[in-house]
């Protein structure tokens, strides 16, 4: 089966913001921010799907309770998605995870 968690990943206490440049033309390179004229995009947080490895439902909530408590995430979605897409909100949404209350399965969730 195929599962992505959807999260938000916040900045580091004490600092407001992410900052990353933003460049169209030459995506998919790594340039130090000292290093570039590209536009600066600030955010507060960073939205992520990753691919999550299970063969049940609760297989993969293991897993992605892993990754979400080394994330400084505090809530997350879980999707089972067979199209492998790294859209957000692409697929069935199974279960939701808040930190301190655990997973909230889905009751209409059907794959």
């Given at each position: 089966?195929t599962?992505?968690?959807?999260?938000?990943?916040?900045?580091?206490?004490?600092?407001?913001?992410f900052?990353?440049?933003?460049?169209?033309?030459?995506?998919g390179t790594?340039?130090?921010?000292?290093?570039?004229?590209?536009?600066?995009?600030?955010?507060?947080?960073?939205?992520?799907?990753?691919?999550?490895?299970?063969?049940t439902?609760?297989?993969a909530?293991?897993?992605?309770?892993?990754?979400?408590?080394?994330s400084?995430?505090?809530?997350?979605?879980?999707?089972?998605?067979?199209?492998?897409?790294l859209?957000?909100?692409?697929?069935?949404l199974?279960?939701?995870?808040?930190e301190?209350?655990?997973?909230?399965?889905?009751?209409?969730?059907?794959?």
């Amino acid at each position: 089966m195929t599962y992505f968690l959807e999260y938000s990943v916040p900045a580091v206490p004490g600092e407001a913001e992410f900052e990353f440049p933003h460049d169209e033309i030459n995506s998919g390179t790594t340039v130090p921010l000292t290093q570039t004229h590209a536009e600066r995009v600030h955010t507060p947080d960073l939205p992520a799907r990753t691919g999550i490895i299970g063969a049940t439902v609760p297989e993969a909530k293991l897993e992605a309770e892993q990754l979400i408590t080394h994330s400084r995430a505090s809530t997350a979605s879980l999707y089972f998605d067979p199209s492998n897409s790294l859209q957000s909100g692409i697929g069935t949404l199974v279960s939701t995870y808040t930190e301190g209350s655990g997973w909230q399965d889905v009751q209409d969730a059907t794959f």
